[in-house]
């Protein structure tokens, strides 16, 4: 019999010059990400192949156990695909870029797409460009983006393996924790 | 982003600017959108609006007519009209797909303007409705297996055991 395999789909969504491919890049330096793969249908049905349409990563853990990130493409003109990309994940990071207080200004109708869209599903927000001189706080981070209290605003610098880690292990963290409370209540 | 896509995205664009050279002296800028009311492609006619004009620069101000043009069709009224003092809004749904937006420069153009827009619904209908399966194509399906707190547990294991600096 062939084990069916386990798929954690993660998305990174953050709009335009947020972070997103480096903060994957600098991820794949230090875990077994391929990256540049393409995305084959045939690996799930065996019917077809297509190419990949996004920033795409995928590390195997066991197995039958694969984990996919998703990159969702920033630019306002294709929020159309927002919802189709994120159709399915089990938890997301939405990465801004916090150098100043207008570029974290131009993720707040991408981050509400998001919370309106898939108010239950697991994400954190990571402050990226931390390094940066001024740079802006996480709590005037979290007061733009009118983030709930319960959502955990992080330090990033997408450039910094430990940083990209870090944020990272966050997620699957609240992946998990979303997991067992849901379990808790069957 | 993949080839398939933009070509769709990018012939959303030129069938804009099309739109807008059938009838130049009168029609300010077009704009196309997904059934949900983003924009997916818009064309000015520069020579009609200064590049220093914001409203016709923001594609996102024009989305959040997005409560209002999703209700269209209304029973059979496909169609709205918005009149301003310094332009005037047309706005035609593309059946279930989107809907197709022009500004005018006046109401003598209204009628042609009208019939320009119907005659480029059927290509928009076709564009959208390519860019939307593409779309959905090219997305690996998730299998539904249930991924359980110890999957994600040996996620995590498995990143710090290879995460060596």
Same mark, same amino acid.
């Given at each position: 019999?062939?084990?069916?395999?386990?798929?954690?789909?993660?998305?990174?969504?953050?709009?335009?010059?947020?972070?997103?491919?480096?903060?994957?890049?600098?991820?794949?330096?230090?875990?077994?990400?391929?990256?540049?793969?393409?995305?084959?249908?045939?690996?799930?049905?065996?019917?077809?192949?297509?190419?990949?349409?996004?920033?795409?990563?995928?590390?195997?853990?066991?197995?039958?156990?694969?984990?996919?990130?998703?990159?969702?493409?920033?630019?306002?003109?294709?929020?159309?695909?927002?919802?189709?990309?994120?159709?399915?994940?089990?938890?997301?990071?939405?990465?801004?870029?916090?150098?100043?207080?207008?570029?974290?200004?131009?993720?707040?109708?991408?981050?509400?797409?998001?919370?309106?869209?898939?108010?239950?599903?697991?994400?954190?927000?990571?402050?990226?460009?931390?390094?940066?001189?001024?740079?802006?706080?996480?709590?005037?981070?979290?007061?733009?983006?009118?983030?709930?209290?319960?959502?955990?605003?992080?330090?990033?610098?997408?450039?910094?393996?430990?940083?990209?880690?870090?944020?990272?292990?966050?997620?699957?963290?609240?992946?998990?924790?979303?997991?067992?409370?849901?379990?808790?209540?069957? | 982003?993949?080839?398939? +896509?933009?070509?769709?995205? #990018?012939? %959303?664009?030129? @069938? &804009?600017?099309?739109?807008?050279?059938?009838? *130049?002296?009168? =029609?300010?800028?077009?704009?196309?959108?997904?059934?949900?009311?983003?924009? +997916?492609?818009?064309?000015? #006619?520069? %020579?009609?609006? @200064? &590049?220093?004009?914001?409203?016709?620069?923001? *594609?996102?101000? =024009?989305?959040?007519?997005?409560?209002?043009?999703?209700?269209?069709?209304?029973?059979?009224?496909?169609?709205?009209?918005?009149?301003?003092?310094?332009?005037?809004?047309?706005?035609?749904?593309?059946?279930?797909?989107?809907?197709?937006?022009?500004?005018?420069?006046?109401?003598?153009?209204?009628?042609?303007?009208?019939?320009?827009?119907?005659?480029?619904?059927?290509?928009?209908?076709?564009?959208?409705?390519?860019?939307?399966?593409?779309?959905?194509?090219?997305?690996?399906?998730?299998?539904?297996?249930?991924?359980?707190?110890?999957?994600?547990?040996?996620?995590?294991?498995?990143?710090?055991?290879?995460?060596?600096?």
């Amino acid at each position: 019999m062939v084990m069916p395999i386990k798929t954690i789909k993660i998305v990174i969504a953050g709009p335009y010059g947020a972070g997103k491919t480096t903060f994957v890049k600098t991820l794949s330096e230090v875990l077994p990400i391929e990256t540049d793969v393409p995305v084959t249908k045939s690996a799930i049905d065996n019917k077809r192949s297509t190419t990949v349409a996004f920033d795409y990563g995928r590390m195997k853990v066991r197995e039958d156990l694969v984990v996919h990130l998703f990159g969702v493409p920033g630019q306002e003109r294709f929020s159309f695909m927002w919802k189709i990309i994120a159709r399915g994940m089990h938890g997301y990071l939405f990465i801004v870029d916090s150098s100043s207080e207008d570029r974290v200004k131009e993720a707040i109708g991408m981050y509400s797409f998001f919370r309106e869209n898939f108010p239950n599903v697991p994400h954190i927000i990571a402050a990226n460009k931390q390094d940066v001189p001024n740079a802006v706080d996480l709590y005037t981070i979290k007061s733009i983006l009118k983030v709930p209290y319960e959502i955990k605003v992080m330090p990033l610098i997408a450039t910094n393996k430990r940083s990209a880690l870090f944020v990272l292990v966050a997620l699957l963290e609240e992946i998990k924790k979303t997991l067992l409370e849901t379990s808790r209540f069957r | 982003m993949d080839g398939d +896509i933009q070509r769709i995205i #990018n012939e %959303i664009k030129l @069938s &804009a600017e099309e739109i807008i050279s059938e009838s *130049p002296d009168q =029609i300010k800028a077009v704009y196309i959108m997904d059934k949900e009311g983003t924009v +997916i492609a818009y064309a000015t #006619n520069i %020579i009609l609006v @200064s &590049a220093g004009d914001t409203f016709f620069a923001a *594609p996102r101000f =024009i989305s959040s007519l997005k409560s209002l043009i999703s209700t269209l069709p209304i029973g059979n009224i496909n169609y709205v009209l918005m009149q301003g003092i310094d332009g005037i809004v047309q706005i035609l749904s593309i059946r279930d797909m989107g809907y197709l937006m022009v500004i005018n420069n006046s109401e003598a153009s209204i009628g042609l303007t009208r019939i320009i827009l119907e005659k480029y619904s059927d290509k928009l209908y076709e564009l959208l409705n390519r860019l939307m399966s593409v779309s959905e194509e090219e997305l690996i399906e998730v299998v539904n297996v249930e991924i359980t707190p110890k999957d994600i547990e040996d996620v995590i294991n498995f990143i710090r055991s290879k995460a060596t600096f």
